[in-house]
């Protein structure tokens, strides 16, 4: 969805909504806004309810200073209009209180962004602001001055965070990658130590190959493919509501034939994604004028090396996360169910899973159906997209369940006679 062309009051509730509905802000708290081309800001209102905002709740700060709207501003609008007089690059400013950027505040530090590459390029440099009192120029004097030294995020103390961005939805993406950051090195903080990638490491993952495929133009697009394409859409909104996947970050893929699949777009955002969106693959070329998703180069050699892998779907889940900045072992002989569908679970390197796309497929086989990139993400491979969509959430629920555990006390795995009994009850190799 193209955000450039709803008007500002529409971005904020659709923002808002999504914001709420994902528990990262309450009925009363966070708020929005956006410069316009006028110079008018558009702000959500001050005591009404966040989960039920519609398009005339919205409030207009005029340019002059006069207020339009049947509610008055959020209290707090002083500190909006104050990064945006610093800032002139600045077009949307969003205010929220996740709970695990609240506990990053309160004990006054700011989220590791260096666990997973896609924080610490979409997050870039993060301040920590002054405690000031909510609403106050004294908190907006604070905040200005952090936003002044170069940074977009701002993390304030005892309080919550503050992003600044060209756009509303480029504000949300860093609020949402950091917000996952955090929550991802809380959960690592409780199974082990959490493991940082060197600057190096990061710049691996942002080659842009995926740009320079040849391209070629369908001549039909079958029922069949139209089936497949409406299929992935859905998965794809379901991950994403389930916060498996974020707003632009993972990729989907599903077999047609031998050389042709379709694909998950690049940095298209998740949540609103249609059919038309996704990437058609074939014969080693791209789908004229769109462009897939990163790892394609990895789809492509799964693909070619393993006839009976039909789906692929590369993800975030936080909780298996948490083992993938670790040097925790994520075991699937904890859970029966666990181990029917994970089977074994290995660990690749960082490095070698964008550098080496043949030695990673390699990794693959029946009995490994899903592996774990350190510091990156887990890669699910089926049969078909519902099967490896079951495969990536059934890890995900196993990885959160063993994340309890490990505070109850002494996990206990299943024995090698109960992993040889489920293997011949239910067939497995």
């Given at each position: ?57 919205m409030v207009c700060i005029k340019k002059d200073g006069s207020i339009e709207g049947i509610h008055k501003p959020s ?355």
């Amino acid at each position: 969805m193209n955000l450039k062309f709803l008007h500002p009051a529409d971005q904020l509730v659709m923002m808002m909504n999504r914001i709420y509905s994902y528990g990262m802000t309450t009925t009363s708290g966070g708020n929005l806004s956006i410069l316009d081309e006028n110079g008018d800001v558009w702000i959500t209102p001050g005591s009404v309810d966040k989960g039920s905002l519609t398009r005339k709740d919205m409030v207009c700060i005029k340019k002059d200073g006069s207020i339009e709207g049947i509610h008055k501003p959020s209290s707090e609008y002083p500190f909006h209009l104050k990064v945006y007089e610093t800032r002139s690059d600045i077009k949307a400013v969003l205010h929220a209180h996740p709970p695990a950027l609240v506990a990053f505040s309160i004990v006054r530090q700011i989220p590791n962004t260096r666990l997973i590459p896609n924080a610490f390029v979409g997050c870039g440099k993060i301040a920590m602001a002054e405690y000031g009192l909510p609403g106050s120029k004294d908190l907006g004097d604070k905040i200005a001055l952090e936003f002044e030294k170069g940074c977009n995020i701002a993390v304030l103390e005892n309080h919550g965070v503050v992003v600044g961005s060209d756009s509303l939805f480029n504000a949300f993406k860093a609020f949402e990658t950091l917000d996952f950051c955090a929550r991802l090195q809380v959960d690592a903080s409780i199974i082990g130590t959490p493991r940082s990638l060197a600057e190096e490491e990061i710049k691996l993952k942002y080659t842009k190959d995926h740009f320079h495929m040849e391209e070629y133009t369908p001549e039909v697009i079958t029922s069949r493919e139209k089936e497949v394409r409406s299929e992935m859409c859905s998965l794809v909104h379901r991950a994403y509501n389930q916060k498996l996947i974020n707003a632009t970050q993972g990729s989907f893929s599903k077999r047609m034939d031998h050389d042709h699949f379709i694909i998950t777009p690049y940095n298209v955002d998740r949540k609103y994604l249609k059919e038309e969106e996704l990437v058609g693959v074939c014969g080693g070329k791209r789908e004229a004028g769109k462009v897939p998703s990163r790892s394609i180069r990895l789809h492509q050699e799964i693909y070619r090396q393993h006839p009976q892998i039909n789906a692929i779907i590369i993800a975030h889940p936080p909780n298996i996360m948490a083992y993938a900045v670790t040097e925790e072992e994520l075991d699937s002989k904890s859970i029966p169910e666990s181990y029917i569908l994970m089977r074994d679970i290995p660990k690749l390197d960082f490095s070698d899973f964008y550098q080496k796309p043949q030695e990673t497929a390699q990794a693959f086989n029946e009995s490994t159906p899903i592996v774990i990139v350190n510091n990156d993400c887990v890669a699910v491979t089926g049969d078909s997209l519902l099967n490896a969509f079951d495969r990536l959430e059934v890890a995900e629920y196993s990885a959160k369940a063993l994340v309890f555990a490990k505070n109850l006390g002494q996990m206990v795995a299943m024995d090698q006679e109960q992993i040889d009994e489920i293997k011949e009850a239910f067939h497995l190799q």
